[in-house]
């Protein structure tokens, strides 16, 4: 199993705790309340980093709680004590890894006059969120688990494609209340908006079609796709007639 290195965004935390990289969580330290509590939330983040690690490298049905407890050097029954099961850490670790709300949250807060820039804003950080290669390591594990065990599919689908859809359709809301786009289903547009951006952007990575997509390829795309959309739903949109 290759050795893991642990990020600065798990290794500060635990520093800042008195906890040094390594060290066993069996170990008993005499702190004051609130040192025990930053150590323990910091020990929760340690785990969650390696045990996604070790997720990632062997899949998840070929993890243990034994072998996460040893690489972590204590004991399973520490590692109990703060995730109840397998799948509580895993549904930890999909979570902290998606974080699709705090890393679009920026790009939603783009109040700019003018939409087609705030829309081709979206769909860039968009892109950039679900082609990165950690994003498709985490969608390659959820498709080959998800099969057997259904809820690790709903764990990525719940904290990662809905969290995108739902704060896009916010959003679009709001700009319909604005004037700027015209009122409707506010999820399926934001859906729609998603999915053109994609346009096929993604599958050609899962399916390792060529070279991976090109800024140059990407803004392409997010630029067809924000066309299309205001063509269907911009204020000045003439509604089809059925």
Same mark, same amino acid.
């Given at each position: 199993?290759?050795?893991?290195?642990?990020?600065?965004?798990?290794?500060?935390?635990?520093?800042?705790?008195?906890?040094?990289?390594?060290?066993?969580?069996?170990?008993?330290?005499?702190?004051?309340?609130?040192?025990?509590?930053?150590?323990?939330?910091?020990?929760?983040?340690?785990?969650?980093?390696?045990?996604?690690?070790?997720?990632?490298?062997?899949?998840?049905?070929?993890?243990?709680?034994?072998?996460?407890?040893?690489?972590?050097?204590?004991?399973?029954?520490?590692?109990?004590?703060?995730?109840?099961?397998?799948?509580?850490?895993?549904?930890?670790?999909?979570?902290?890894?998606? $974080?699709?709300?705090? #890393?679009?949250? &920026?790009?939603? !807060?783009?109040?700019?006059?003018?939409? +087609?820039? %705030?829309?081709?804003?979206?769909?860039?950080?968009?892109?950039?969120?679900?082609?990165?290669?950690?994003?498709?390591?985490?969608?390659?594990?959820?498709?080959?688990?998800?099969?057997?065990?259904?809820?690790?599919?709903?764990?990525?689908?719940?904290?990662?494609?809905?969290?995108?859809?739902?704060?896009?359709?916010?959003?679009?809301?709001?700009?319909?209340?604005?004037?700027?786009?015209?009122?409707?289903?506010?999820?399926?547009?934001?859906?729609?908006?998603?999915?053109?951006?994609?346009? $096929?952007?993604?599958? #050609?990575?899962? &399916?390792?079609? !060529?070279?991976?997509?090109?800024?140059? +390829?990407? %803004?392409?795309?997010?630029?067809?796709?924000?066309?299309?959309?205001?063509?269907?739903?911009?204020?000045?949109?003439?509604?089809?007639?059925?």
């Amino acid at each position: 199993m290759p050795s893991v290195d642990v990020s600065d965004a798990a290794s500060e935390p635990m520093q800042r705790a008195g906890i040094q990289i390594g060290q066993p969580l069996d170990r008993e330290v005499e702190r004051d309340p609130h040192e025990v509590e930053s150590a323990r939330t910091s020990r929760r983040q340690y785990i969650i980093h390696i045990a996604g690690e070790i997720f990632l490298a062997n899949g998840y049905s070929a993890t243990s709680m034994s072998s996460i407890a040893a690489r972590l050097g204590g004991s399973k029954g520490t590692l109990y004590n703060y995730f109840s099961s397998k799948e509580a850490l895993f549904s930890a670790f999909m979570q902290e890894q998606l $974080g699709v709300e705090e #890393r679009l949250s &920026l790009s939603f !807060g783009f109040w700019a006059d003018d939409i +087609e820039l %705030a829309l081709q804003e979206i769909g860039c950080r968009f892109l950039d969120l679900i082609l990165s290669e950690r994003a498709e390591t985490i969608t390659r594990l959820v498709i080959a688990e998800s099969k057997r065990f259904p809820w690790v599919g709903q764990a990525f689908y719940e904290n990662g494609p809905l969290q995108g859809v739902q704060m896009m359709a916010r959003w679009v809301e709001a700009q319909a209340k604005s004037g700027r786009l015209r009122k409707g289903d506010a999820e399926q547009q934001a859906m729609i908006f998603l999915e053109l951006c994609k346009s $096929g952007l993604q599958q #050609r990575i899962l &399916l390792n079609l !060529g070279a991976r997509p090109t800024p140059a +390829e990407r %803004a392409k795309s997010v630029a067809e796709a924000t066309r299309v959309f205001l063509a269907a739903y911009g204020d000045q949109a003439v509604q089809l007639k059925s």
